[in-house]
Each structure stands twice: as C-alpha cells, then as structure tokens.
C-alpha cells in the first residue's frame, strides 16, 4: 500500500501474469464470499459542483476516512468474527472499516480491491451538480462510453475483477471470506463470482454503507 501527499494514487494498468486459473471447474468451495461495501466517508455530498470541482471532490472522498461515531451492524460484525479470511481495499474509508469490523484481529489490504475510477465528461463549467449525480454520470461514461481520462479502463478494471473472483474462490477453500471493498467493484467481482458457478443468497443493506452481500457455491 503505497501514499502520495499530492493525491491518491491510481492503479497501474491491470495486467495479470497469467490468466485466471479455470475455477469454474473447481469443487464447491467450502466457505461462502461476503462482498461489504464501507462505512459512510467523511465528507459531503450536500454541494453543487461543476465538472473540474468533482473531479477534486472526488479525489479527497478517495483520501478520505470514515465518519466518526459509527457504529457498525451487529449483524454483520457476527459474520466477520466467524470468517476465515478477511480482506480490505486500500483506500483509507475501507481500510477504517474493516478495522472497526475486525476488532483487533489482522485483516489484508489488497490494492486489486479499490474502487474503479470516476472521471467525470469535460462539460462546461457553469453546469453545476452534485456529487451524486456527477458520479452517476461519471460511471456512465466510464462504463458506455469508455471514457477514463488516462485512469484504468473499463477493460482493465474487469480483468482486476476477474482475476480477484479467481482469487476469492481459492480462498473460501479455506473457509468465509470477506471483502471489505466499495459499491460498484463489488458490483463487479459478485458479476464474475456469479459467472464460475457463485449465488447470491442474501442481501442486506440495499446499496447503502454497510451493506453485504453473501454467496455460496
């Protein structure tokens, strides 16, 4: 895990040594993967921004740790105290929360788990709206249009998200695995667990900080 102090730094270019090892003809797994989005970050989304401002904004939000005074699920601390393995993305609000999850006990910080990056279109600077609808914007583009600024692809990103899937599958041999990661990379890994065989069989927490999902093969 590596720190700039002029800025979060982007992940290189996404480039496996070797191709994903052939999972899907693997046995069941005998642990189940819970992908866990973050707790809340501490910073606001109540502003009005035009396309360079959430480009900045969305650069601290990357820097930035979690809001203080949260408390998280019993529920899903449950889940934690019984797994296997527990991973975090890198960035500093996953990290904060697999910290509270784990209480104490040793996690890994996987730089593979960070979020895929949001640039936003070059629109005109008197077009101003906030952070959450820039990010849906910015994720449209990104996804449909290909539009990533110089950051890592959509193309790069599936191939971390594959090759993380791959990597998780070998891991609940071992027993539950948790990753504690970010919305819409989670969003992605569950799409390659779910192509090699994985069910999502429960949701909770909507797309809300927090949530979880659970799958078993």
Not at 98 to 116: H, P, Q, V
């Amino acid at each position: 895990m590596s720190t700039d102090p002029n800025g979060p730094s982007q992940p290189a270019p996404f480039q496996p040594d070797l191709a994903p090892p052939d999972v899907a003809q693997a046995k069941s797994a005998p642990g189940a993967i819970i992908t866990v989005r973050h707790g809340r970050p501490n910073v606001s989304r109540k502003v009005m921004l035009n396309a360079a401002e959430y480009a900045a904004w969305w650069g601290r939000y990357e820097e930035t740790g979690l809001k203080p005074g949260q408390v998280p699920p019993p529920s899903l601390m449950d889940i934690v105290r019984k797994a296997a393995v527990v991973l975090s993305s890198s960035r500093i609000r996953a990290v904060e929360t697999a910290e509270a999850l784990t209480e104490g006990r040793g996690f890994e910080i996987d730089d593979s788990l960070i979020e895929a990056p949001l640039p936003p279109p070059r629109w005109p600077s008197w077009l101003r709206l906030p952070p959450t609808v820039w990010g849906v914007i910015a994720r449209f583009w990104w996804w449909f249009l290909n539009h990533h600024e110089g950051q890592e692809s959509r193309k790069q990103a599936e191939a971390r998200a594959q090759a993380v899937a791959a990597r998780m599958t070998e891991l609940a041999r071992q027993g539950d695995v948790v990753i504690v990661a970010h919305g819409f990379f989670n969003t992605m890994i569950r799409r390659y667990l779910r192509r090699i065989g994985w069910t999502i069989v429960e949701s909770e927490g909507g797309l809300s900080y927090w949530c979880r999902r659970r799958l078993v093969r």
